[in-house]
């Protein structure tokens, strides 16, 4: 019997907030295809990523706020959090509280995620993490 998509994205969570990288072998299948650039193509180096991700915010976690499944697609919004003690995307350590959101749509076969799209607001991590300074002027005059 098939695993139903949404405990595919149970698994995804659970993964993150176990900070287990190993429990990829749950739910992305050997020839996943990820659209992201921080990220490579298949199982093994989605479990670098997320090796390196978990030593750049230990202490993370992620709240998974809606879920979607639709035929062939999975589609998650989710709220990240954590504190920023290691090497994250290249950047070094600071110390500062990060909130990185995400919206993931997965393709799934036979049972596993095989494709992913994401849109982060990585613009707002690097303005938390003090790479890119605050937006200002774009207030609206009444």
């Known amino acids: 019997m098939a695993t139903p998509k949404h405990h595919l994205a149970d698994s995804y969570v659970e993964m993150i907030n176990t900070h287990d990288p190993d429990q990829v072998d749950r739910f992305v299948a050997e020839d996943y295809v990820n659209h992201n650039a921080f990220v490579a193509d298949g199982r093994e180096a989605n479990r670098r990523w997320w090796t390196a991700f978990f030593a750049g915010l230990p202490d993370v ?73 605050p937006l200002s002027g774009l207030e609206v005059e009444a």
């Open 61 to 133: 976690g992620v709240t998974m706020e809606d879920l979607v499944v639709s035929g062939d697609r999975v589609v998650g919004r989710f709220v990240y959090r954590g504190t920023h003690t290691g090497d994250f995307v290249g950047i070094p350590a600071s110390g500062k509280l990060v909130e990185m959101r995400s919206i993931d749509i997965w393709r799934v076969r036979d049972g596993m995620f095989v494709e992913h799209w994401d849109e982060l607001n990585l613009m707002q991590v690097f303005q938390q993490l003090g790479v890119l300074p």
